[in-house]
């Protein structure tokens, strides 16, 4: 995720503001001692309880508080890995089961009844891996407003990926992986897995009946786990 800094704003926070921050999930109390420790200030343990209040009467430097957004920052940019799987039976190539009016931007216009906080960059489109018929993929990156946070102005960008892969071993699977960086890439990675089913059941190559399961670490034998 990148941080565009319309930028941290000519004060820094103290007192309420800097405990509506710091109080957030994204730092943990070892983040918080640790800081208190740069200042000279040593507690004997890793307790919120303890290192807010300390905190809440200092004044922090520029470079301690962006210490501490990028704490979120490293937070969310990690991508997240889930993968489902889903019968099929087509001899098609991937790239002709996607509707061609494929549209992501339609995808969430018709999820969502409000204006979301975010914007996807571009039209992206599916993509061959490697020349490979069988597997294609969505690479899109959304900005993020950040207009809550009163104790900083910010614009984040955030990637996320699907990757669908025809698979021939019990019979004939699409196996889809989706990867995502942040709560909103999740969110529109989940509309679009549930707009590719339908339009893949009307285009009968998936059966009616059928619906993705997912996979699970505890679902592969010892030989199969990383």
Not at 93 to 106: D, G, H, R
Not at 116 to 124: E, S
Request: with cysteine; aromatic share 6%; charged share 30%.
């Amino acid at each position: 995720m990148a941080v565009e800094q319309e930028q941290i704003k000519d004060f820094l926070p103290i007192g309420e503001q800097l405990r509506a921050m710091i109080s957030q999930s994204f730092l943990t109390a070892k983040h918080l001692k640790d800081l208190l420790n740069d200042q000279g200030v040593f507690i004997d343990e890793n307790d919120k309880n303890k290192s807010i209040p300390i905190l809440m009467s200092t004044i922090l430097s520029p470079k301690e508080f962006e210490r501490l957004v990028e704490n979120q920052t490293t937070k969310e940019e990690k991508f997240k890995t889930n993968t489902l799987t889903i019968p099929c039976k087509t001899e098609k190539k991937l790239l002709e089961i996607i509707p061609p009016s494929f549209s992501l931007n339609k995808i969430i216009g018709e999820n969502l009844v409000y204006k979301p906080n975010y914007k996807v960059k571009g039209n992206p489109q599916f993509e061959l891996v490697e020349n490979n018929p069988n597997r294609i993929q969505l690479s899109y990156e959304i900005e993020r407003d950040n207009k809550t946070k009163d104790w900083v102005q910010t614009k984040t960008t955030h990637k996320a990926l699907i990757t669908i892969e025809k698979k021939s071993d019990s019979g004939i699977n699409l196996i889809l992986t989706k990867n995502h960086t942040s709560k909103e890439t999740n969110e529109i990675n989940e509309m679009l897995l549930k707009n590719l089913k339908n339009n893949f059941k009307d285009a009968k190559v998936v059966k009616e009946e059928e619906d993705f399961v997912r996979i699970l670490f505890k679902d592969f034998n010892n030989k199969n786990r990383i």
